[in-house]
């Protein structure tokens, strides 16, 4: 058979959540006109961005169960649902990081606070931006959840998969509740890292998606540990994959300005092996300059160059790949079903490599 | 029959949030001991305080539709999921306003931004305050999905009262961007703060709730026009009554200090009737001192007195008068079950009485 596109399986997700979100804005419609900017900024953050991996690997976790493609429609609206949960994350993420800009474009609690200076409205463009972008994290989330009980999948199906779902949205929220308190911590070891990027991105990306898509169509405990013993090194792998990118990157690719992980401080485990390894002159300059927002573009080539000194980012290549083979044979069992087991091998691979 | 003792249901309701964030805070505790703070102050939260009126209203719902006494236990479980929403969107509330204090204790972002301080963490204690609060909100409104979907109510009914669940969401959400929309625009009408306390209060605190207990129960459309009929007057009513307390309430009843409303300038139906019906030098008292935050003890009595003599006071005691009367009317007609016609006149009288 020849292999799947995967930019069909976007578009499939992006059109459902197209749909879905056009009602919801008519529903906000219906009860303000002053109303239109928030259905508005969910569909353009929802719609216009994002690569759609949580409900790729929830989608392939269906498939890898016994789910067959003639029967998928219903499916597809079900594991859009995830997007919403990451929609909602990002969002209040921002806020969290005052960041000012998502993807290229500007955060959502900086387009609220644009629409407060060009409405002329009182107090605080800046308060007003967070405070909304608040209320609209927490409706995506909201949303997620009745687009996932919503779609015409049975509800016993739902329910079973409510056991991986819940668990993805604790785990997320306590992932990001550990990487607040790392950041606000002086020092960090890899290992900690490591476990914080277990949480809230192997888990939150690959692992728990993976379990919602078996759920859904119904598995045994042997497909779901399969799927554990797959996604969680691979999820690792992304996020190791995402730190060296955010220190060594093009920021054409990325969509983020060179050196923007250094200037926030991010504690990574790119970060963590550079100060556990660095000689002491590294390890000097690394902890002076890292998390200096002010950074310039000189100072960011010094520390990457100090890093790179340290053997970090080649203890981290070597991380990435022994999980990457690690986790791509875990499916070489039999447990999954062997067209979603190729294309899970290729999603790992793509999304770990040097240029993702 | 004896009327039923409303400290019973309360008590029961805070037995099933106590089981139910048990097992949420181990599940926290088994990812890492770190996270104790997080499950610890979601408990203090919901369990120490609280009304506990949106699952009065959904468990009155019920049994109003036919629900027996003998069989409310599951129910009780799934109303108390009501709380949960409650408590996520307070806690997001209050970041939103940067209040510093709830229920007469600190609000949760102040208590994170004081752990910031005696743990010797470093960046900004408030921007931690702030990060950790948006992500405890989150947490309280996932629960809450969790706690209904996992009551032991039949999914089939769990999946009917959705519907109302779902819109009493997006709803208060909705209801509470109106608000912060309204605050930052120089003048709102008394119609338009009408319209805002519909949806985030009399929406979402009573007539919602009773929807969802009608249709966990399984009922007519017929009743569901009634529970609409009783329960946006009442809310109104409350929503009003609470705007009264704002100004004129005794601290020590209502938990914040005297005249906060005043100086955070909210723009409730009585300041806006006041600005409305005001003689012009009491319009420009009030325009010039509504919203500022240092305003002093004298100040605050002048404003008072200003919105006394403008007839808002009483024309707001009107309202709540008329509303109430309305709302308990359409009780009347013989759909609603009568024991709990009894218990929702009840609840309307002491929530809307003047020392409530």
Request: glycine share 8%; proline share 4%; with cysteine.
């Amino acid at each position: 058979m020849t292999a799947p596109d995967p930019a069909v399986l976007r578009e499939r997700v992006g059109a459902a959540l197209a749909a879905f979100l056009a009602e919801r804005s008519d529903e906000l419609a219906a009860i303000s006109p002053d109303l239109a900017p928030v259905g508005q900024a969910i569909r353009d953050f929802v719609l216009n961005g994002g690569k759609r991996l949580r409900p790729a690997f929830a989608y392939w976790g269906w498939r890898g169960a016994g789910g067959r493609p003639e029967d998928d429609a219903r499916v597809v609206t079900a594991v859009a649902a995830l997007e919403l949960v990451h929609a909602g994350a990002l969002i209040h993420d921002d806020v969290m990081d005052s960041s000012a800009t998502r993807r290229g474009e500007a955060a959502v609690h900086e387009l609220f606070a644009e629409l407060h200076r060009t409405q002329g409205l009182t107090g605080s463009p800046s308060g007003y931006g967070r405070a909304t972008a608040i209320l609209l994290g927490d409706l995506a989330l909201v949303w997620a959840d009745e687009m996932l009980a919503r779609s015409t999948v049975p509800p016993e199906a739902v329910q079973r998969a409510r056991n991986a779902y819940d668990a993805m949205r604790t785990e997320v929220m306590a992932g990001q509740y550990l990487d607040v308190l790392a950041q606000a911590q002086p020092a960090v070891s890899a290992e900690r890292a490591l476990h914080v990027a277990r949480f809230k991105s192997a888990k939150y990306t690959v692992e728990r998606p993976l379990h919602v898509g078996g759920l859904l169509h119904g598995c045994s405990d042997a497909l779901l540990a399969r799927y554990s013993a797959y996604g969680i090194p691979v999820g690792e792998a992304f996020q190791l994959r995402d730190d060296l990118l955010g220190v060594y990157g093009d920021p054409s690719l990325t969509g983020k300005p060179a050196g923007d992980d250094l200037r926030e401080g991010k504690k990574t485990v790119l970060v963590a092996l550079a100060l556990e390894h660095g000689d002491s002159s590294d390890v000097d300059l690394i902890a002076s300059m890292l998390g200096d927002p002010l950074l310039d573009a000189d100072s960011v080539e010094r520390l990457r160059a100090a890093i790179d000194r340290s053997g970090a980012r080649a203890r981290v290549e070597t991380l990435i790949a022994r999980r990457l083979e690690q986790g791509v044979a875990a499916l070489g069992t039999g447990d999954v079903e062997p067209a979603a087991a190729q294309v899970l091998t290729d999603l790992a691979t793509q999304a770990t490599a040097r240029h993702a």
